[in-house]
């Protein structure tokens, strides 16, 4: 698929990103980061800025467990019986 502009807007700025994924995808990410970054100003009441970089914090770690996790399925499946 080739390289289009999508424009969406999180945590009250527009961004126009450049992606080759459908734009449908590309929004559904950005719907999901404006969620949590809400939620998180919400819930903590810090500056945007700290709340920015606790967000990339949290996401880091969950992208890390999903690894690990799929790394160990992986093991297992190998490991498995034919």
Known sequence: MEKQKITVRVAGK????????P???VRRV?????RRLREMELASGLPASQIQ????????????????EIRELKRRLSEAPA
């Open 53 to 68: 970089t606790l967000a990339v914090l949290n996401l880091q770690d969950e992208l890390v467990k999903a690894q690990d």
């Open 23 to 25: 734009p449908e995808h």
């Open 30 to 34: 950005a719907e999901l980061a404006d």
């Open 14 to 21: 527009s961004y126009t990103l450049v992606s080759s994924d």
